[in-house]
């Protein structure tokens, strides 16, 4: 279902208004129906994408309605969206616990009773440990994403295993940082779980969950029953596949 814009509410995008070179806020004409970003085709071919930053459109596809504000409630339904299950969508709840606070510092000081995330201060949840593609603004950085693949895709095959992943982690580790430890293996734990194919987690698949449109493909994956299901990721399946020809999540070798 196509979800229909709301009325704008310029405050909660104090970061996007700066950066626009018109007037007020993000208004609605920068948001499609459907939620995803849109892009303005230019002269010359090229496609223009809207003043949202990489970081906003990456979670853009949490904002259920449009109004710049993530309610715990889209949350949930989000992941169960992209596929996951009752459980795991619950336990999801632990992000607007600890990420709305940084968001709502954009407009006030006291936190938001109702957890809300601000899609439009999304960059003040930036934390560390973590593997710094995006920067404190919100920007993705492609050559820190082309090195990452460069340093830990050690055979070459175009996608990190879950035990390159998990020295990827350590490695990124900093002192005195528990919070971000956490932050950043529950995230690199979710994209495991999300995109894994053949053991890996394959280059494409993560620029797209950076940039926030595979999830919007996943969704519509799973919810229109004439595409093909989502093929990617790891489950109670992949598992006792993986006991049965003795592998584990952190050894599994390509098929």
Known sequence: MAISPTTSKPYLYPDVRKRTTGTSGLSNEHLSNNGRVPTTHMSDGHE??????????????????????????DVYDGFRALGFNVLFSLGSLLIPIFFSYPTSLAHSWYPDPWLRI????????????DTNIFDLDGHFHRDRFEAMFSRWDEDGCGGLSADQM?????????????AGWCFAFMELWTTWLLLQKDGR??????LACYDGTLFWKI?????????????RGYGVRDLLDGLLRGRTWRNWDLN
Not at 53 to 68: E, I, K, P, Y
Not at 166 to 178: E, I, L, P
Not at 219 to 231: G, R
Request: proline share 4%.
């Open 48 to 73: 223009e994408k809207s003043q949202l930053t990489a970081l906003q459109q990456h979670v853009l596809f949490w904002d259920r309605d449009n109004d710049g504000i993530i309610h715990p409630k």
């Open 118 to 129: 601000y899609v439009g201060s999304i960059h003040k949840d930036k934390h560390g440990s």
């Open 166 to 178: 998990w020295r990827m982690w350590k490695k990124n580790r900093c002192a005195a940082d528990v």
């Open 201 to 206: 987690v394959w280059k494409d698949d993560l």
């Open 219 to 231: 969704s519509e994956a799973n919810s229109d029953p004439k595409k093909p299901s989502w093929s």
